[in-house]
């Protein structure tokens, strides 16, 4: 059994940062955590940033120059470091990650950027 389980989220003001973590667990070997997605109030869910083992690292256009995605294969954990957070970031992060043919999702962490 895979669990995903983020972390970081919180509130913050316009301007803020903040740093997300995906972490996994269970029996993960050879497992893909692919990365972060968002889903803002009443919109559906959105891609924010992905680097899935292998391959190349891609961000969506809303966050380019403003959010970091890492991975620390050796804790199997992504990272999503949030700079100057504005109030459109607020929403619902769950990370992703593929094992063995199946995607899974972590329950997400509410970030909401208020003032």
């Known amino acids: 059994q895979v669990q995903l389980v983020e972390s970081g989220g919180g509130l913050v003001q316009p301007g803020g940062s903040l740093r997300l973590s995906c972490a996994a667990s269970?029996?993960?070997?050879?497992?893909?955590?692919v990365g972060w997605y968002r889903q803002p109030p009443g919109k559906q869910r959105e891609l924010v940033a992905i680097?899935?083992?292998?391959?190349?690292?891609t961000y969506a256009d809303f966050v380019k120059g403003r959010f970091t995605i890492s991975r620390d294969n050796a804790k199997n954990t992504v990272y999503l470091q949030m700079n100057t957070l504005k109030f459109d970031d607020t929403a619902v992060y769950c990370c992703?990650?593929?094992?063995?043919?199946?995607?899974?999702w972590g329950q997400g962490t509410q970030v909401t950027v208020s003032s």
């Open positions: 992703q990650a593929v094992h063995r043919g199946r995607v899974y």
């Open positions: 680097t899935p083992t292998g391959s190349i690292t």
């Open positions: 269970g029996s993960i070997s050879g497992i893909n955590i």
